[in-house]
């Protein structure tokens, strides 16, 4: 029992800090490799807003959320939007901005590991005979609240439809009028929304660390290339391959290979599949 | 006297007097490299320590060497080999340029990371480099490769712990200590995924289950930034284990005594260098879930103690400059490093490389966590569990918010309490 309740803590885990960086992928094509570094900034201006500001969490958090949106919509209006449609210079020009970014908090000051965030219940429960702490509790309801948030937005909002039709054939997007740019500014804001909520959801069950924004988006390209990039079902679905088979490989195997698999199952997809799960040959209107 | 004369003679004296004083003030400083992990508490503590004594020592007419008084002074550089993932190489360049392109005249504080430490090893008997380790590297191939070959790493030394006398000295009779006091013996061991901790907890698999105590499968092993333990402290929790070993240097260890606390896993968290936890501002950041955790933080000096008549002295002045207590493992010892690599090159007279060697072999000194002198062969710190005889280490636990001494019981400030959730009816 203690797998599956694990199993899936850690895969809506893997979930939420893959599926922002899908959004951004679906819509605009980029691969957001800043991804990681935003998860970790948004963490660390809820950080300022409480300790430095004297903010209660709930304000903080959401401030943090509003200021991420507008960094990652600056990100793109101001140096993304200039390499669009050349994949090696996106790559390059996303990574930096990242790597700015975290190390900038590096320098800044942000070191070791006593920059916490609260958990929003303190405490454990017992469930079917595991001990789970509630804060673990809270990442599963509000990691599948906000997913079905975003299936619900994406599918029934004009502006979510909008998104969606860019992510399956820009051209034609186009010719109904749908602004490419103003979508992919906007997907990215919300993609850096999603990183910035994952890490509010998750942040409480560690610390806020330079080196967990690099960990974010490895693991969020892991998830994103198994499921198919820029597919949201394929990210849900490969969140949960490869979360349980790290809690099974942490069982079975020992704790260091856990580190292994998602580095596995890029490999083994990419012979395999090249594509993903639900890659685009697969079918396009399973994108956002 | 004309009154041109007289002018011309004042003139004269002052001239004199400022090129006295400007060639006082400009007397080549002794340029101390540091190559350290400084995102980590064991390299941005290491590099308070030195510039403590440095400006300490600076403040009182510098260092004497021969005739002529000269200033430290201290030259870091990032080596980032606490980084996951970062490659030996990056600490070995860094090293490097200390060397080669800053022309520091010793290293003091790492590579941190014991691969980097003997990596570093050829590189330093290459340059005729005198290196004094102060933190992170505890792997005890360091001293036995000096031992091996004596001639080429000469320069080599280490002033703080080595992980056989830590397991052998320290933690072997604390963990029994507890066993008889508490009457537990089942013990579960967790490390990261490095050199020292790997074998550090095969050592202490070993030696515990000699002593009688049920080890309770393989230590596991987590890799360096790992976020979960949900798992291994199910399974410490299935297996009855009563004390947890947690030999991990990465800050997310710190997860997992929060985890262990919301869990109330019935155990008591033994963590050997596990930074989080050492640091003062630990309790605040974990809200106190860190309480009961028992740390080993190497060397006395690293958390308020009378171990010496210097260490109380050291903490007050830590505290004066930073604003907090000295934090953990590597900053009593690299505060004494530079002290001991003044008192070796006034000795000495010279910053010749062999010369000063001698002289540090020679060292005998009463430091900050106790008698200051190197083994002969290894240079390697001589331990003790004795102030008096050697360097002492420390092992503290946290309780209501203080970081209390509780071994070795020469310089124990109070007892080990168990968790309330522990406690037998």
Known sequence: MDIIIYGIINSVSLALMAVGFTLVYGVSRLPNFAHGALYILTGYLTWILMNRVGLNYVFSAIIALGLIGLIGAAMYQLVLIRVRGMPISEIIASYAIGLAILEGLRWGGLKGGTFRLPPFVEGSVTVLGVSVDFQRIFVVILGATLMGALWLFVNNTKLGLALKGMAQDERAALTLGIDSDRMAVTATAIGSMLAGAAAIILLPLGSIAVESGYHVLIMAVAVCIVGGLGSWTGAVLAAFIIGFAQILSVVYFGAHYQAVVALLAIVITLICRPSGLFGRQKELEERV | ?425
């Not at chain 2, 200033?71 to 606490?82: E, G, N, Y």
């Not at chain 2, 493992?329 to 910053?351: F, Q, W």
Request: with cysteine.
């Open chain 2, 1 to 425: 006297m004309t009154g041109k004369k007289k002018c011309k003679i004042v003139s004269a004296v002052i001239l004199a007097f400022l090129l006295v004083v400007s060639t006082a003030y400009a007397q080549k400083p002794i340029i101390i490299g540091a190559p350290l992990s400084t995102a980590f508490l064991y390299g941005w503590a290491a590099e308070r320590g030195i510039k403590l004594a440095v400006d300490e020592i600076n403040a009182a007419g510098g260092v004497k060497v021969g005739d002529e008084k000269r200033p430290f002074k201290v030259d870091v550089i990032d080596t980032r080999d606490l980084e996951p993932g970062v490659p030996v190489s990056e600490a070995l360049l860094a090293v490097e340029k200390l060397i080669l392109e800053k022309k520091v005249n010793f290293l003091i504080g790492g590579p941190v990371r014991s691969e980097a430490a003997l990596a570093a090893m050829p590189l330093l008997a290459k340059n005729k480099m005198i290196s004094i380790l102060t933190t992170g590297s505890l792997t005890p191939k360091y001293n036995e490769t000096v031992g091996k070959n004596p001639d080429k790493y000469k320069y080599c030394f280490r002033i703080s712990g080595e992980a056989k006398w830590m397991v052998t000295g320290e933690i072997v009779p604390c963990l029994e200590y507890i066993g008889k006091t508490f009457s537990l013996d089942r013990l579960m061991i967790m490390v990261q995924d490095v050199a020292h901790a790997r074998a550090g907890g095969q050592i202490l698999a070993k030696i515990m289950g000699g002593k009688g105590w049920k080890v309770l499968g393989e230590p596991m092993v987590f890799p360096t930034g790992t976020t979960d333990f949900s798992m291994g402290l199910l399974d410490a929790k299935k297996q009855n284990a009563q004390v947890i070993i947690i030999w991990m240097d990465m800050p997310e260890s710190a997860i997992l005594l929060k985890q262990w606390y919301d869990m109330k896993v019935p155990a008591l968290p033994f963590g050997i260098i596990i930074s989080a936890a050492e640091q003062p501002e630990f309790w605040k950041a974990t809200e106190g879930k860190g309480e009961y955790c028992l740390a080993n933080v190497v060397n006395a000096g690293n958390v308020p103690s009378e171990a010496t008549p210097w260490t109380m002295k050291f903490v007050n002045a830590y505290k004066k400059k930073y604003g907090l207590e000295p934090e953990g493992y590597g900053t009593s010892s690299s505060y004494m490093a530079v002290y001991v690599l003044k008192d070796a090159i006034e000795r000495a007279g010279s910053l010749d490389p062999d010369k000063v060697v001698d002289a540090l072999k020679k060292t005998d000194m009463m430091g900050v966590y106790g008698l200051i002198k190197f083994d002969p062969k290894t240079n390697q710190i001589v331990p003790s569990l004795n102030p008096k005889e050697g360097a002492v280490g420390t092992i503290f636990q946290w309780q209501a918010g203080k970081r209390v001494v509780v071994f070795p019981q020469s310089i124990a400030t109070g007892k080990i309490l168990l968790p309330p959730w522990m406690k037998k009816e």
